[in-house]
Nanobody, 124 residues
Framework: VQLQASGGGLVQAGNSLRLSCAASGLAFSQAVMGWFRRAPGKEREFVAAISRDGQSTRVADSVKGIFTISRDNAKNTAYLQLDRVKPDDTASYYC??????????????????WGQGTLVTVSS
């Protein structure tokens, strides 16, 4: 199984960015997908999760209404749309896949597979 995160980069505060997570070797439509991030010097934290059919989402309070998770099962890809970014959003963003259970987990241990991370740097 491979999860390839992409789309990170340098962005100015207030702008938008879309991250992608391309999955291979995985029954993608059967996996809950999640996004986490780790800011410098901090622990990895939950950002968002999406159900297998894309109909349900769970978003951390800190980014609710600002970040949006989505997926395209035909393309085996999950997305994280980052809008109105702030310098505090600077972090490495990781996508993850959860097999078996349909629960939209918010913990690191709730996910089976992880991508390598994509760095988002927000300048003020």
């Amino acid at each position: 199984v491979q999860l390839q995160a992409s789309g990170g980069g340098l962005v100015q505060a207030g702008n938008s960015l879309r991250l992608s997570c391309a999955a291979s070797g995985l029954a993608f439509s059967q996996a809950v997908m999640g996004w986490f991030r780790r800011a410098p010097g901090k622990e990895r934290e939950f950002v968002a999760a999406i159900s297998r059919d894309g109909q349900s989402t769970r978003v951390a309070d800190s980014v609710k209404g600002i970040f949006t998770i989505s997926r395209d099962n035909a393309k085996n890809t999950a997305y994280l749309q980052l809008d109105r970014v702030k310098p505090d959003d600077t972090a490495s963003y990781y996508c993850a896949a959860r097999r078996g259970s349909p629960v939209l987990a918010s913990t690191v241990s709730g996910y089976t597979y992880w991508g390598q991370g994509t760095l988002v740097t927000v300048s003020s």
